[in-house]
């Protein structure tokens, strides 16, 4: 999604405010932050953060897919805003692994004025709930809810994948017991339903792989786009 653009589609669909989470970086932030203001929206600047399983300096993992969790972060205000750049900074300087990763005791050191939601189905909380370990599901939900107070909360999506529907079972029974706020988000990497097919070239580009390979990254749906308001309550 361009910029300019995605400003324009969300105020187009009646949205008051958008937020961006970029993978591991702030890169588009500023011009996110102007195309919103001068649009009358309201700017949610924010970093889907990679969590390194153990130690951001550990290095051991012999794939991208295992150095890092995700985990959604967003700034709440300005003190909010310089941790995210702090963060940001912390992973490409100490956390570098096939992606730039953070730990959590950064994410200690540096959660004040933070908005934390427990992640997409890539996230270390869902990643439990798949395998079924829900002690561990709630354990770490409990030690975000911990570091983050009133600012945590569970996240659910609903691209009309499977692993998603069984993440958001799980993740719902979890903030139901302890008593934790949910919120559903819209995973969009693309503007439009039909802009699916060019996001899929754009994906095989980016991993040097050709559509017609079998086993390459695919997103395993056409539902990765900017749902209106009245598309979100209906899934949900």
Known sequence: ??????????KDLGMNAIAMTDHGNLFGAIEFYKECSEAGIKPIVGYEAYVAPTHRTDRTMKKRGESGYHLTLLAQNLTGFKNLVKLASIAYL???????????EVLEQ????????SGCASSEFSDYILLEQMDKARETAMWFSKVFGDNFYVEIQNNGLDIQRRCAEGAIDIANELGLPLV????????????????????????????????????????????????MYRLF
Request: hydrophobic content about 30%; proline content about 5%; glycine content about 6%.
């Open 1 to 10: 999604s361009r910029v300019p653009e995605l400003v324009q589609l969300a």
């Open 94 to 104: 100490e956390g570098y692994h096939y992606i730039p990763r953070i730990d959590k």
């Open 110 to 117: 540096h959660g004040k004025g933070l908005i934390c939601l």
């Open 184 to 231: 559903a988000t819209c995973d969009a990497h693309y503007l439009r339903q039909e802009d699916h097919g060019a996001h899929d070239v754009l994906l095989c580009i980016n991993t040097q792989r050709l559509l017609t390979d079998e086993n390459r990254m695919r997103y395993g749906s056409d539902q990765f786009y900017v749902r209106p308001p009245e598309e």
